[in-house]
């Protein structure tokens, strides 16, 4: 059993940068593969990105290449989410997610855990 508590969203202006994070509690945490997802209103939730349990393999969605970063600490139980040049498209609910499977997978089966989402809201 995995729980998942995601901080750092907020309202940001385009063009602007936002970090969240996400702590991991549980007696395995620190193996489990973890990432984001978001939902914007209307829409279906969508990956985001990933990263396995060592740090060293991410997976990220097209529409963040370049512009988000993905990263875990080195007790492997928090994950950062680093959001720059951020667009008005990006306003979404963004989930934590967590699973044993990996990094490269997250955007094709849904992982197990969840936390409970916070809103990320970019201004034109």
């Known amino acids: 059993q995995v729980q998942l508590v995601e901080s750092g969203g907020g309202l940001v202006q385009a063009g602007g940068s936002l970090r969240l994070s996400c702590a991991a509690s549980?007696?395995?945490?620190?193996?489990?593969?973890m990432g984001w997802f978001r939902q914007a209103p209307g829409k279906e939730r969508e990956f985001v990105a990933s990263?396995?349990?060592?740090?060293?393999?991410?997976n990220y969605a097209d529409s963040v290449k370049g512009r988000f970063t993905i990263s875990r600490d080195n007790a492997k139980t928090t994950v950062y989410l680093q959001m720059n040049s951020l667009k008005p498209e990006d306003t979404a609910v963004y989930y934590c997610?967590?699973?044993?499977?990996?990094?490269?997978?997250?955007?094709?089966?849904?992982?197990?855990?969840w936390g409970q989402g916070t809103q990320v809201t970019v201004s034109s």
């Open positions: 997610a967590s699973d044993l499977r990996s990094a490269q997978v997250m955007d094709i089966i849904l992982p197990k855990y």
């Open positions: 990263v396995n349990w060592s740090g060293d393999s991410t």
């Open positions: 549980g007696r395995t945490a620190s193996r489990y593969t």
